[in-house]
């Protein structure tokens, strides 16, 4: 782009609002950082941060200005939860061989499920689906144990067991759903401002 | 009390007024409010108001090119947005016109 000659604090500067407000419409921003040019080509270098603010200000001034939304940033992944992420995953083939060994006696199923559940909550989302699936496999497998005992047979059996595996699925499913996902566009504060 | 946050809730009038009749692109419209008196303005504030006006379809906008730097939109008033300056003009003066019976009256 055809720009004046600009310092190099105002280069900066200028990029860095490009940088800032890089998700707004393609238009609205060319037509911007031209007016912006023109302006750090007129100003004096020690001038800049006096007249416009700091490129953070200027660009969080014009977004609530111009009625828009100011995306929250990506919270940092910590060690510990990138850490965390590949134990789950290393743990997963694993977690096959324990549901096959185990996890068809009743007694050991809670134990499978609870050590899934936790190992769930602290993996990104597609591992979280695999411990998902692990875990609603491993739920029918109760329900079905449930039937072969001889507190209840036949149909009421199966119905129960039916009923227990969906109700463990649906809790696993709710009770580790939110945990390392990013935030969907839903869960933004329509109004949160600088 | 801070002139700016007075003038923040002015903004929209202050930017449609100063485009009654005239076509022009942001830093431009910056320089004329600044002249005028507006010293302590934001300028970020005034392209996002032009920004949002336009979006809020009060303005035309039109690219035009520059020899000496990159293209530039210029912002006119279309019919709408005379209607709007119409009708923030008239509140603009009885909201003053309230201010100066009660700043000038006397105690009773």
Redesign the interface.
């Known amino acids: ?4 000659h600009l310092s190099a604090t105002g280069t900066q500067y200028l990029k860095r609002v490009e940088d800032l407000l890089a998700d707004i419409d393609d238009d ?1 921003r ?10 750090l ?1 007129e100003l004096p270098e020690s001038e800049v941060s006096e ?3 700091t490129p953070e ?12 939304e100011i995306p929250l940033p990506s919270p940092p992944r910590s060690q510990s939860a990138a850490i965390a992420m590949t134990l789950s995953a290393l743990a997963l083939p694993f977690g096959v061989l324990v549901l096959l060994s185990f996890g068809g006696q009743l007694v050991f199923g809670p134990f499978v499920l609870a050590i899934e559940w936790i190992l769930a909550r602290v993996s990104p989302r597609p591992l979280r689906i695999a411990w998902s699936l692990l875990a609603a496999l491993l739920a029918g497998e109760i329900g079905y144990l449930l039937t072969d005992t001889h507190v209840m047979e036949g149909v009421p059996a199966v119905v129960v067991g039916v009923v227990v595996a969906g109700l463990i699925t649906l809790l696993f499913n709710r009770t580790t759903r939110h945990n390392a996902d990013p935030p969907s566009s839903n869960d933004l504060d329509p109004v949160h401002r600088r | 009390m801070d002139p700016a946050q007075v003038l923040k809730g002015m903004l929209d009038t202050a930017v449609l007024g100063a485009l009654r009749g005239r076509r022009t692109y942001g830093y431009n419209l910056v320089r004329h409010l600044r002249e005028q008196g507006f010293a302590e303005i934001a300028d970020a504030s005034v392209y996002g108001t032009l920004r949002r006006l336009h979006r809020a379809e009060l303005l035309t906008s039109e690219i035009v090119e520059s020899e000496t730097g990159p293209p530039r939109k210029y912002y006119t008033l279309n019919e709408a947005g005379v209607a709007e300056l119409a009708r923030s003009t008239k509140t603009w003066e009885e909201i003053t016109a309230t201010m100066d019976r009660i700043l000038n009256q006397e105690g009773t």
């Not at chain 1, 782009?1 to 004046?4: I, K, V």
């Not at chain 1, 060319?30 to 302006?39: C, G, H, K, M």
């Not at chain 1, 660009?59 to 009625?67: I, K, L, Q, T, V």
């Open positions: 782009m055809n720009r004046p609205d060319a037509s911007l950082l031209a007016d912006l040019a023109d302006q080509g007249r416009l603010g200000a200027f660009a969080g001034e014009y977004r609530h200005s111009a009625g828009l």
